[in-house]
């Protein structure tokens, strides 16, 4: 059918006829910017510039919107298009609680191909709920918002250090860094697509990474007992933190990458950024 036509049916807004050109030239040297589509063609083009100029993602809570409002048990694998076999024996009856700031639900397929027991609560769980649950090991997932507008999620992850391993991704990996000690800020330029390279600082390792985020964890303000473990080489900023002491992990992106590159879920060399790590490493 015409693509007009498929979008009207999944009630899919489209943009045409626009300068993207232009639009590239203007975001270089200003950074990313808001934007309004609207179809209401009685709103009138001050009224949509209003909306565009009064958002502002910083400060926003937005895990409260997505997060799941039940506790539930996963148990759903990736299917065959992940041919490596990740040692689901190896690991299996491992329980992982797993925080929900907005899960992709590919993460939770991945930790349950590793062979892992999980179990999905609210963002808004309270450290002594978790720990109630038993689990062997702690996820916080991806989500999206402003990292520093979520201090409920902190200050429940800053409880559960060193109780038991932390493994993070991105708002995960956010959340965790606050609870170390360290701040985020909002990027000039947000991470977006499947092609941002990835320096493990240990190997020197580089990854294909797929990334999603708007805010940063600023490694100027990390503790001493904390490393940055994987660097964005785009822009040098903190891909991923390390603190043995509190058996804690993070990574600023999506090692599942679904879609796109898989070279984080589990290497050549049998390193893995998943459950393999929160195992080795702690």
């Given at each position: 059918?015409?693509?007009?036509?498929?979008?009207?049916?999944?009630?899919?807004?489209?943009i045409?006829?626009?300068?993207?050109?232009?639009?590239?030239?203007?975001?270089?040297?200003?950074?990313?910017?808001?934007?309004?589509?609207?179809?209401?063609?009685?709103?009138?083009?001050?009224?949509?510039?209003?909306?565009?100029?009064?958002?502002?993602?910083?400060?926003?809570?937005?895990?409260?919107?997505?997060?799941?409002?039940?506790?539930?048990?996963?148990s759903e694998?990736?299917?065959?298009?992940?041919?490596?076999?990740?040692g689901?024996?190896e690991?299996?009856?491992?329980?992982?609680?797993?925080?929900?700031?907005?899960?992709?639900?590919?993460?939770?397929?991945?930790?349950?191909?590793?062979?892992?027991?999980?179990?999905?609560?609210?963002?808004?769980?309270?450290?002594?709920?978790v720990?109630?649950?038993?689990?062997?090991?702690?996820?916080?997932?991806?989500?999206?918002?402003?990292?520093?507008?979520?201090?409920?999620?902190?200050?429940?992850?800053?409880?559960?250090?060193?109780?038991?391993?932390?493994?993070?991704?991105?708002?995960?990996?956010?959340v965790?860094?606050?609870?170390?000690?360290?701040?985020?800020?909002?990027?000039?330029?947000?991470?977006?697509?499947?092609?941002?390279?990835?320096?493990?600082?240990?190997?020197?390792?580089?990854?294909?990474?797929?990334?999603?985020?708007?805010?940063?964890?600023?490694?100027?303000?990390?503790?001493?007992?904390?490393?940055?473990?994987?660097?964005n080489?785009n822009?040098?900023?903190?891909?991923g933190l390390?603190?043995?002491?509190?058996?804690?992990?993070?990574?600023?992106?999506?090692?599942?990458?679904?879609?796109?590159?898989?070279?984080?879920?589990?290497?050549?060399?049998?390193?893995?950024?998943?459950?393999?790590?929160?195992?080795?490493?702690?």
């Open positions: 059918m015409p693509l007009t036509d498929y979008l009207a049916e999944k009630g899919i807004p489209g045409s006829d626009i300068d993207t050109r232009a639009i590239t030239r203007r975001l270089r040297d200003t950074g990313s910017l808001n934007g309004v589509l609207c179809t209401d063609e009685s709103v009138s083009d001050e009224e949509l510039i209003e909306k565009a100029k009064n958002y502002n993602i910083v400060g926003q809570d937005l895990i409260s919107e997505v997060t799941t409002k039940e506790i539930y048990e996963w694998r990736t299917d065959e298009e992940w041919e490596f076999a990740p689901a024996t690991n299996a009856g491992v329980h992982v609680v797993a925080y929900d700031f907005g899960a992709k639900h590919n993460i939770l397929r991945r930790l349950a191909s590793y062979g892992a027991k999980v179990t999905v609560v609210p963002s808004t769980t309270s450290a002594a709920d720990m109630a649950l038993n689990p062997d090991g702690i996820f916080l997932s991806n989500g999206p918002g402003d990292p520093s507008a979520v201090p409920y999620a902190v200050e429940n992850v800053k409880e559960l250090l060193g109780k038991r391993p932390i493994f993070g991704i991105c708002m995960g990996h956010q965790l860094g606050q609870a170390l000690g360290a701040s985020t800020f909002k990027l000039k330029f947000g991470h977006h697509g499947g092609n941002h390279p990835i320096r493990q600082s240990s190997t020197g390792r580089i990854e294909i990474s797929s990334q999603n985020h708007n805010f940063a964890v600023d490694p100027a303000t990390l503790p001493d007992d904390v490393e940055v473990s994987h660097v080489l822009d040098n900023t903190c891909a390390l603190c043995p002491p509190k058996m804690a992990m993070g990574i600023q992106y999506h090692p599942e990458a679904s879609p796109g590159p898989h070279d984080s879920d589990i290497c050549k060399s049998g390193s893995s950024h998943l459950l393999k790590n929160m195992y080795a490493c702690f």
